[in-house]
């Protein structure tokens, strides 16, 4: 198989550097004061909107850009080189709303795909992470819809989001369903924000669900549904993890190579000496192999 880039893969990775490049420079901003004011977030927005890079993994008619899954790796990757995860400011639906009722699709998908809402994934619980079907959070059936009780842990952009997308066990059965769930509806309470060690654009905070009343056009995707959906966006969601960790190494290699030319001692470049080299070169076949190993992934 032939992995060079066409013309059309060559356009999106000129164009999601340039989108990078703008956004750098608000790099320092975001370490020096971990996230970034209101300001910076419109501007950016706009800069997003402007490149047609928003919502890569939405089709063309709802207003995405409609990129196979091979062309949204080589987007992420040129995002991935972005300290501070800024990477995240160029907005990428959760996938599972592919799944919206049309009515759905018109109140939260369309006005995320134009940058006027955004949504988080609501999963992760105190026993239940990378095993959804452990989850303790329950949706109890009432006459006119349902009533959320639980909560939920590391809710990645939890605190920038307007809506959240709930995994919740339903009915008597406990039935694995998404909700979608406006944040400020009553009984949603944000209780602590988790401190990290890395600087995050936005922040994974946790969530408790007290009596939340919502009606039955909450539902995404039909009851029972929320688990494949839920594992069809890990999928996805690791597999673009992997594109933007090598473009954040492509990054640190040359910022890594270029100090090494630049930095003397004993009366040469560092980058004379063999081990320096031999280090450098070792990133540079790690980086080549994870890029093409995921560019098969995605070409898969």
């Known amino acids: 198989m032939d992995f060079r880039l066409t013309a059309r893969q060559k356009e999106l990775k000129d164009s999601a550097r340039g989108l990078t490049d703008f956004i750098m420079k608000y790099e320092l901003d975001c370490e020096e004061n971990n996230g970034l004011p209101a300001q910076a977030h419109h501007e950016i927005r706009d800069a997003v909107l402007a490149s047609g890079l928003q919502a890569v993994n939405m089709p063309a008619e709802w207003g995405g850009a409609g990129l196979t899954i091979l062309e949204q790796a080589i987007v992420q990757e040129e995002l991935g080189r972005l300290t501070g995860a800024l990477w995240d400011t160029v907005w990428r639906p959760a996938n599972a709303l592919r799944f919206c009722t049309p009515e759905q699709r018109e109140r939260y998908l369309v006005p995320v795909i134009r940058g006027r809402r955004r949504d988080c994934y609501a999963v992760t619980e105190r026993d239940a992470g990378s095993d959804p079907q452990a989850i303790a959070t329950t949706a109890a059936r009432t006459q006119d819809g349902w009533v959320l009780n639980g909560e939920k842990w590391f809710v990645t952009v939890g ?25 400020e509806t009553p009984g949603i ?9 890395h600087t995050f654009v936005y922040e994974h905070p946790e969530f408790t669900f007290t009596d939340v009343r919502v009606g039955d056009d909450a539902v995404l995707g039909g009851v029972g549904n929320g688990y494949d959906i839920t594992r069809s966006w890990f999928t996805e969601e690791r597999l673009m993890i992997a594109a933007r960790t090598t473009g954040a190494a492509e990054r640190a290699l040359e910022l890594a190579r270029d100090w090494a030319v630049e930095r003397r001692q004993f009366g040469s470049p560092i980058a004379d000496f063999q081990l320096v080299q031999g280090m450098l070169a070792d990133c540079a076949v790690d980086i080549a192999v994870n890029r093409a190993y995921t560019h098969q992934v995605a070409w898969e």
Do not use: Q
């Not at 605190?159 to 406990?174: P, W």
């Not at 309470?189 to 060690?197: A, G, I, L, S, Y």
């Open 159 to 183: 605190d920038h989001a307007d809506f959240m997308i709930v995994l919740a066990a339903a009915g008597e059965e406990g039935a694995p369903t998404l909700f979608l769930v406006d944040k």
């Open 189 to 197: 309470e944000m209780t602590r924000v988790p401190r990290f060690m």
